[in-house]
């Protein structure tokens, strides 16, 4: 880095430490100038000043190599450090970022970028955003600010702008110069424009998108937006053709011509491509036609009566408690005399009672009958020799335990 010359080869305080004739600065021009370029060099490794464009993306990587020298060394001399650095970006004062500002960190063993699309709200407002980078091994931080002016663009904003889906890339592939780069040639390729710059670039993630499984090494997918100073191509037409839109709307592949053009690095969605033309879009701003500031005359002004009369409430108070007390109150006694004067259980409890008397009165006359013992209990004659057989169990006739036929021997 050079250094502002601040002093001239006449200056009796400028040395050059050769020849004869040298002369030597003074303790106090010594510590003057020590202060000064410890104060040059902290300042511009510190601070970082960056110039985007409104309307125009902005990429912003913050290098791990840049941060290691705010970290001290592994206590092995000679050995590579390779301490994993995590990076937190607000803006100053605030505990986020800008909306229109986005920042990306894989790993932290890979570079962090900061990348958006500035609004012109904030043309000539300086941004400034605080940088703080972890060493997670040795949990020391350090903080830089980066100092984001942002410029008028010309022709802003491009009135043609198209956003492409990338299926086979990430957002922090995308961002890469050489990559993205190659993206606008195809492009630049495909549309021929005289002007073509990259708005905006947007993760799937942040449209709704889901994170893809880990096989086949699979990616989230990117939108990439651009915009052009001519209409567009042909080629971009045809994904508005019915056929194609036919065979979107059944999950196929439209037919591009200019496809090919793409496919050897981007696996491009043609079905997801969005095409805005700015020139046909009606403006909704409807221009505000200041006045004088005072309202047309619409007559005389009559405030109201003070001699208003009060209004009673009582009368519509009992009518809002009376009628649906009284509704209840009916409800209640209908439900009452249905539950307690109209219920079958009491027929019932009537029945089982009087069968449960009834068993009783005959159990009480089967304990106390007297009765004749049937013919079959009684002395009989024997048919052939005519002698009297006397019955089985004739010991006991008031047995109420003997059976009314006996057994035949």
Same mark, same amino acid.
């Given at each position: 880095?050079?250094?502002?010359?601040?002093?001239?080869?006449?200056?009796?305080?400028?040395?050059?430490?050769?020849?004869?004739?040298?002369?030597?600065?003074?303790?106090?021009?010594?510590?003057?100038?020590?202060?000064?370029?410890?104060?040059?060099?902290?300042?511009?490794?510190?601070?970082?000043?960056?110039?985007?464009?409104?309307?125009?993306?902005?990429?912003?990587?913050?290098?791990?190599?840049?941060?290691?020298?705010?970290?001290?060394?592994?206590?092995?001399?000679?050995?590579?450090?390779?301490?994993?650095?995590?990076?937190?970006?607000?803006?100053?004062?605030?505990?986020?970022?800008?909306?229109?500002?986005?920042?990306?960190?894989?790993?932290?063993?890979?570079?962090?970028?900061?990348?958006?699309?500035?609004?012109?709200?904030?043309?000539?407002?300086?941004?400034?955003?605080?940088?703080?980078?972890?060493?997670?091994?040795?949990?020391?931080?350090?903080?830089?600010?980066?100092?984001?002016?942002?410029?008028?663009?010309?022709?802003?904003?491009?009135?043609?702008?198209?956003?492409?889906?990338?299926?086979?890339?990430?957002?922090?592939?995308?961002?890469?110069?050489?990559?993205?780069?190659?993206?606008?040639?195809?492009?630049?390729?495909?549309?021929?424009?005289?002007?073509?710059?990259?708005?905006?670039?947007?993760?799937?993630?942040?449209?709704?998108?889901?994170?893809?499984?880990?096989?086949?090494?699979?990616?989230?997918?990117?939108?990439?937006?651009?915009?052009?100073?001519?209409?567009?191509?042909?080629?971009?037409?045809?994904?508005?053709?019915?056929?194609?839109?036919?065979?979107?709307?059944?999950?196929?592949?439209?037919?591009?011509?200019?496809?090919?053009?793409?496919?050897?690095?981007?696996?491009?969605?043609?079905?997801?491509?969005?095409?805005?033309?700015?020139?046909?879009?009606?403006?909704?701003?409807?221009?505000?036609?200041?006045?004088?500031?005072?309202?047309?005359?619409?007559?005389?002004?009559?405030?109201?009566?003070?001699?208003?009369?009060?209004?009673?409430?009582?009368?519509?108070? $009992?009518? %809002? /408690?009376? @009628?649906?007390?009284? +509704?209840?109150?009916? !409800?209640?006694?209908? =439900?009452?005399?249905?539950?307690?004067?109209?219920?079958?259980?009491?027929?019932?409890?009537?029945?089982?009672?009087?069968?449960?008397?009834?068993?009783?009165?005959?159990?009480?006359?089967?304990?106390?009958?007297?009765?004749?013992?049937? $013919?079959? %209990? /009684?002395? @009989?004659?024997?048919? +052939?020799?005519?002698? !009297?057989?006397?019955? =089985?169990?004739?010991?006991?006739?008031?047995?109420?335990?003997?059976?009314?036929?006996?057994?035949?021997?």
């Amino acid at each position: 880095m050079q250094l502002p010359r601040w002093w001239e080869p006449g200056d009796p305080c400028a040395w050059t430490g050769q020849g004869r004739g040298t002369r030597r600065m003074s303790p106090a021009t010594t510590g003057t100038f020590l202060l000064t370029v410890y104060t040059i060099f902290s300042k511009v490794h510190s601070d970082r000043n960056v110039y985007p464009s409104a309307g125009v993306l902005f990429v912003h990587v913050l290098e791990r190599e840049y941060f290691k020298g705010e970290f001290p060394p592994y206590p092995k001399p000679g050995e590579i450090s390779n301490d994993p650095i995590t990076f937190n970006t607000n803006l100053m004062g605030y505990p986020d970022r800008p909306g229109w500002l986005r920042y990306i960190q894989r790993t932290p063993y890979s570079d962090g970028v900061l990348y958006g699309s500035p609004t012109a709200e904030n043309v000539g407002k300086p941004t400034i955003i605080e940088i703080t980078a972890y060493n997670r091994r040795t949990f020391e931080t350090a903080r830089h600010n980066l100092i984001i002016n942002i410029m008028s663009a010309e022709d802003f904003p491009l009135p043609y702008q198209a956003e492409f889906f990338i299926k086979n890339m990430n957002v922090e592939e995308m961002l890469a110069s050489e990559v993205l780069g190659d993206f606008l040639g195809a492009v630049k390729n495909v549309w021929q424009p005289e002007r073509l710059n990259a708005i905006n670039i947007t993760s799937a993630l942040d449209r709704g998108g889901r994170v893809p499984l880990p096989i086949n090494d699979m990616k989230e997918g990117v939108y990439v937006m651009v915009g052009a100073d001519v209409p567009f191509s042909s080629c971009l037409r045809e994904v508005e053709n019915p056929q194609n839109q036919l065979r979107c709307s059944q999950e196929m592949e439209p037919v591009i011509t200019c496809d090919k053009k793409f496919r050897t690095q981007f696996y491009i969605d043609w079905c997801k491509i969005s095409l805005v033309d700015k020139t046909k879009q009606v403006s909704t701003y409807q221009e505000v036609i200041r006045g004088e500031g005072i309202l047309p005359d619409g007559g005389e002004y009559k405030p109201p009566s003070d001699s208003l009369k009060s209004r009673d409430y009582y009368t519509d108070f $009992l009518i %809002t /408690l009376a @009628v649906p007390s009284a +509704v209840a109150l009916v !409800l209640f006694l209908i =439900l009452a005399y249905i539950m307690c004067c109209r219920r079958e259980g009491v027929i019932q409890l009537v029945h089982h009672s009087a069968i449960q008397k009834s068993t009783k009165e005959l159990r009480d006359m089967s304990k106390n009958r007297e009765i004749a013992w049937p $013919l079959s %209990t /009684l002395p @009989v004659f024997h048919p +052939v020799t005519g002698e !009297l057989i006397r019955p =089985l169990h004739a010991d006991s006739y008031e047995s109420t335990n003997m059976p009314l036929m006996q057994t035949q021997q």
